[in-house]
């Protein structure tokens, strides 16, 4: 569509006012020929650039979106407009398409605000009666016209009456139609010079206004329905004498619209809180509108799209119902996120006069008589009640949300948590659909009570019942719907406001401010949390009662969501749905927590977002129980701390959480800081005794932890925390576990009864002290008259805490166990009476003395102890468990109804499963991981595979030969030998055989035998048409580091393969495959695995398939 404009001068709800049909100029003529013309997909168009800033950047780009949205009929002249008559009468003779004015015509011809020059105008034609005789011609003649153009749109800024409204920013109409079909050619906008802003927050509200404004002109009016044509040019209304629809609605000023372009439907199952009421909507029932909006909705037999029935004049009729379209951009009131959708375009076409450009290429744009090919896409995606169906396009939001209640779903798209009641404010933050902003549910209580069919809560929580009939949604033109809506922060005692979009920079909070660590940028998304932050310190609490959500950066890289957070450098990894991320830092002195939830991956992430590495490195398993599931990383490449680390942490008063000793040492390096390790283990909240399992999303590492609390007479109570803990890459297992709380117990023993020993006779000294102090004995009678009266209450003090302390040792548990000598020997006591006196009343206080101090006769042993404790704990973390499948040594399969065992390791078998040591850095197996998963489903499909190797080259076969063995799965040690004259391999499905040079794969004499080359590198099998494997299909051979980080990939993948034949197990593996869509090659892995389980059940399966399969093999080099 081509627009001209004529500049002549120099947020929010819409304003547009149907235009009167007296101030329409109706048969201006270009010479258009309906039926030899076709829609043009561009043209030559012209648009005045203007040296205002607003004009040039907001008008403009307005026009070029519905410029290249849209196409219309080309017309064969110039566009000149006519001048408005005299008495708004006119004559036309049937053999001529002028129009004559009846009395003359006005001096000044105009269009909204602006004047329309007479270059643009034909020369005034009148007539004093109906005789041609008595017509003729006067003022200036025939104006030039505006070449190549379909609609002159006349731009003004003026500060007129209408943009005294605080809410106008823009308004426009239309003001010529031409003569053959109707379309109007010619319409004006005017910009509200008061509501104009430059603020980065506001240019897409204005925009959006602009266009919205723009779009009434061209169609969208209740002003133009009654004009409506089909796709052949014929009326939708009918039609009197003069070719106008029939019937004027006088009290209005428009023409009224046929039933086949909008129908009045009464509602009469319309649900309130009061019971059922009759509720009449608006429906606009083309066929474009009707077939796009049953999609939209996903309801076939919808009538079509509902118009606005609220507003007044300007409003109703005018707008798609903001119930239902809530951030369509052709709603009554903008609120957040203005897309224009397929369902405004559908209106546009099924008006007749233009062709919409959707969602595809604008391939022929016409660029001064040549055609040039552009991309564009035009229609936006409306997510609002996208395939809701029948019952949200046709129910109240009160139904809507009474049956999701009911059924206990969530209630989106809308909600009902009270944002105030009138008195304080309630509101909690909450993510929009898309995630691109924070929002608040806008559900407020109203002076009056609601309208009766728009009493959409029976009940509220926190709220009397009586009083639901007065809340409802803030947008009133929703419906009083209420639902989560963008918002602006406005600074106390400041201009200054921000918007919670999350894409904007300028949403930055200060520092100060910025409770959550959130990041605002074109790069950050919306989160939702898990709990309420919080920040800690001295026993002072704050909670942020407002967050439920809040703006963090994203990446999306390595095949997976990462979450990025204020001033820090790191990313939390999203490996799951719904992980929880755990967020610990220390603030100026504060320590403040969060967990934030990891949304799908695909609400963000999407494959263009990855590189052509990242997604051949995405570990997506294409298996029918988890799909789409991630697999987290088997080699630990990501944690900080790639092997088990023993470690003692105290609580010092003065540093806070410091680590005392750890083993090995030299694990100690940079990329694992025991700090912020001591920080997380003594920062968590636990009972002194405990053991827990804890673990540290950002250092990827799990701890192991025993809290125990020792006694000294200088800490605050008394009390110096200290704790022991195992960290490890990988979870620990229950075995691991118990283990470590009974060597925990075993080793704090000696080092708790050496330190209560110790400080009861502390405690006994310091009360007999406080004794002497009240006698005012002659050896510290100089001592008593040197101290102050706070100084000597200090004292008084603790030596009552110590009192009531005593009291804890009178139990005879504890008397029993301080009595064993075997940890214990006793202490010396200080002395100088008068020192320990000195120590409690210095000021600042003495620092506190090392914990080998507090446990003089054990706390070397322990010490001592913790490495042989750390030898046994990663010797029970090594132990294999017990199962029905094996690979790699590890069970992938356990059954209860199957006899489970373990795997014992005969390491003096150089054939049998031996697990190899992460520590080998060979890479064979990687070498040809570009063909494994066909090598896999040989050996996972009862296949006999042979590696045949010159002689010279045998030790590299035999190292593949292991590797390859290990990858079976089977519920018994296999032996993978190589052939010699006194090894028998007929029985062997894995074997290696040395073979003459020049030997290649097709040499075989048994066809059914798969081979592989080790020296060409050819393999000859069947080819693998499955889906279970295809995790292999994007893998190189530089996507693992060692053969033993590819086994271990490969092991956690046919874990996940393993639940299938767990599922199968249990029902008929043939209606398995059915409901599953299982690929044929895939079935054979899995009756294999079956008859490896049970063979009298499957066997049978097994052999039957084994006959059906055809012998075509293929060869190809890898």
């Known amino acids: 569509m081509i627009f001209s404009a004529i500049i002549l001068t120099t947020n929010a709800a819409c304003s547009y006012k149907v235009p009167n049909v007296d101030d329409i100029v109706f048969d201006v003529p270009l010479d258009a020929d309906f039926a030899d013309t076709d829609m043009d997909e561009g043209g030559n168009g012209r648009f005045r650039k203007t040296r205002n800033v607003n004009n040039t950047s907001l008008l403009p780009e307005a026009v070029n979106y519905w410029q290249a949205a849209l196409a219309v009929r080309p017309t064969a002249i110039p566009i000149r407009l006519y001048r408005k008559c005299e008495s708004n009468l006119y004559y036309m003779r049937v053999y001529e398409k002028r129009q004559s004015c009846v009395l003359g015509c006005k001096k000044e011809t105009s269009c909204g605000e602006v004047i329309i020059p007479d270059e643009h105008l034909y020369q005034c034609r009148y007539c004093t009666s109906p005789e041609s005789q008595n017509c003729g011609f006067n003022g200036p003649p025939d104006g030039v016209g505006v070449p190549n ?49 430059t603020a980065l927050h506001d240019r897409e509200v204005l925009l959006s206004t602009v266009k919205h404004e723009i779009l009434h002109a061209l169609g969208f009016s209740a002003g133009l329905y009654a004009f409506f044509r ?134 022929a744009v016409k660029r001064h008589k040549d055609f040039e090919v552009e991309n564009f896409s035009a229609a936006e995606e409306l997510h609002w009640g996208h395939h809701l169906g029948c019952e949200f396009a046709r129910k109240s939001c009160g139904e809507w949300i009474r049956n999701r209640r009911e059924k206990n779903l969530l209630l989106a798209p809308f909600c009902d948590e009270i944002k105030h009641d009138g008195k304080r404010s309630l509101a909690t933050t909450r993510c929009t659909t898309q995630r691109d902003s924070l929002a608040l549910c806008n559900l407020i209580p ?15 929580d926190e709220v009397q019942d009586d009083s639901a009939i007065y809340y409802g949604g803030s947008v009133e033109l929703a419906d009083y719907c209420p639902y989560n809506q963008e918002f602006e922060w406005k600074a106390l005692n400041s201009s200054e406001r921000r918007d919670s979009r999350c894409e904007l920079d300028g949403n930055f909070t200060p520092n100060q401010a910025n409770s959550i660590l959130e990041v605002y940028g074109n790069q950050s998304k919306c989160f939702d949390l898990a709990t309420f932050w919080t920040e800690r310190k001295c026993g002072r609490i704050r909670t942020f009662l407002q967050y439920k959500a809040g703006c963090y950066q994203y990446e999306c890289s390595e095949g997976r969501l990462n979450i990025g957070l204020f001033n820090e450098s790191f990313f939390y990894p999203c490996y799951f749905t719904g992980q929880y991320v755990h967020i610990r830092k220390i603030i100026n002195g504060w320590l403040r927590e969060g967990v934030i939830i990891c949304p799908p991956c695909e609400e963000i992430c999407h494959s263009g977002h990855f590189s052509l590495d990242d997604k051949n490195k995405m570990s997506v398993v294409d298996e029918a129980v988890v799909w789409g599931k991630r697999s987290a990383d088997p080699w630990h490449r990501m944690t900080c701390c790639p092997e088990a680390v023993f470690t003692v942490i ?43 399992i804890v673990y540290n999303q950002q250092m990827a590492i799990y701890a192991c932890v025993h809290y125990s609390t020792l006694l000294d007479l200088h800490a605050r109570a008394f009390q110096r925390p200290i704790s022991l803990a195992l960290l490890t890459p990988v979870k620990p297992t229950v075995t691991v576990f118990k283990e470590f709380i009974e060597a925990s117990r075993y080793v704090f023993l000696p080092l708790l009864i050496c330190n209560q020993t110790l400080f009861k006779s502390h405690l006994v000294r310091l009360v007999n002290l406080t004794k002497t102090m009240e006698l005012k004995m002659p050896d510290n009678e100089n001592f008593l008259t040197s101290i102050s009266k706070s100084a000597r209450a200090k004292i008084q003090s603790v030596s009552d805490q110590a009192k009531r302390m005593l009291q804890r040792f009178e139990n005879d548990a504890v008397q029993k166990s301080m009595r064993n000598s075997v940890y214990c020997s006793g202490h010396e006591l200080i002395s100088n009476n008068v020192k320990i006196l000195e120590q409690l009343i210095e000021d600042p206080p003495i620092s506190l003395q090392e914990m080998k101090f507090l446990t003089p006769c054990t706390y070397d042993g322990f010490i001592k102890a913790l490495p042989k ?50 520590n080998d850095y060979t890479r064979n197996l990687t070498t040809i991981v570009e063909g494994l998963d066909k090598i896999l489903f040989a050996l996972l499909s009862g296949e006999k595979l042979a590696l045949w190797s010159v002689e010279e080259r045998k030790s590299l076969g035999k190292d ?84 033993y980080a590819l086994i271990q990939y490969i092991m956690a993948q046919l874990t996940d393969l393993c639940s299938i034949v767990y599922l199968a197990k249990h029902i008929d593996p043939n209606e398995l495959q059915e409901c599953l869509q299982i690929e044929e090659d895939d079935f054979k892995i899995i009756i294999h695995l079956l008859a490896e389980i049970d063979f009298l059940k499957y066997g049978l399966m097994k052999e039957k398939m084994k006959k059906e399969r055809n012998l075509g093999m293929i060869a190809f080099k890898i």
């Not at 468990?881 to 795997?903: I, M, Q, W, Y």
Request: net charge negative; hydrophobic share 35%; with cysteine.
């Open 869 to 918: 404790i750390y030898e046994k704990l990663t010797r029970a973390a090594h132990t294999y468990n017990t199962g029905t499948l094996f690979c790699a040594t590890t069970p992938v399969l356990k059954l209860k109804d199957c006899n489970n065992h373990s795997l014992n390791d005969d390491n003096t078998s150089t054939a049998s499963m031996n697990f190899l040591d992460e």
């Open 650 to 692: 105290e609580f010092c008063q003065a540093q806070g959480p410091r680590p005392l000793y750890t083993y090995p040492a030299h694990v100690r390096g940079p990329h694992l800081d025991m700090d912020n390790v001591a920080l997380w283990l003594m920062s968590t909240e636990v009972i002194n005794g405990s053991s827990v």
């Open 960 to 1043: 593949l030969l292991k590797k390859l063995n290990l990858l079976r799965v089977c519920m018994q040690k296999q032996n993978a030998w190589w052939k010699t004259e006194h090894k028998n391999i007929e029985d062997c499905q894995l074997f290696g055989e040395s073979v003459p040079r020049k030997t290649t794969v097709n040499d075989s004499n048994d066809a059914m035998l798969c081979v592989y080359d080790v020296e060409g590198r050819w393999l000859k099998c069947r080819n693998y048409k499955g889906k279970l494997l295809s995790f292999l299909s994007s893998k190189r051979s530089d996507s693992f580091p060692t053969d």
């Open 446 to 460: 109203y002076q009056k009570p609601l309208p009766l069919e728009y009493r959409n809560f029976a009940f509220l």
């Open 230 to 363: 089909d796709d052949n040019g014929n009326p939708r209304t009918r039609r009197n004498r003069y070719n106008k629809p029939i019937s004027l609605n006088k009290d209005r000023s428009y023409y009224n619209w046929d039933p086949s372009t909008i129908q009045t439907i009464i509602r009469n199952d319309w649900w309130t809180a009061e019971g059922m009421v009759p509720h009449p909507v608006h429906v606009m029932v083309t066929p474009r509108v009707q077939q796009e909006a049953r999609q939209h909705f996903n309801c076939l037999d919808l009538e079509g799209a509902e118009l606005e029935n609220q507003g007044g004049d300007g409003t109703a009729f005018t707008h798609w119902e903001k119930r239902l379209f809530e951030n369509e951009a052709m709603t009554g009131t903008h609120t957040q996120n203005p897309v224009y959708s397929r369902l405004t375009f559908a209106l546009l076409e099924d008006s007749g006069w233009y062709k919409a450009n959707y969602s595809g290429v604008l391939l």
């Open 149 to 197: 153009t379909d609609f002159l749109l006349y731009v003004s800024a003026v500060l007129s009456e209408r943009c005294k409204n605080v809410d106008t920013v823009a308004y426009a109409a239309h003001c010529q139609q031409e003569a053959d079909l109707d379309r109007p050619i010619a319409g004006h906008v005017n910009l509200c010079p008061n509501a104009l802003s």
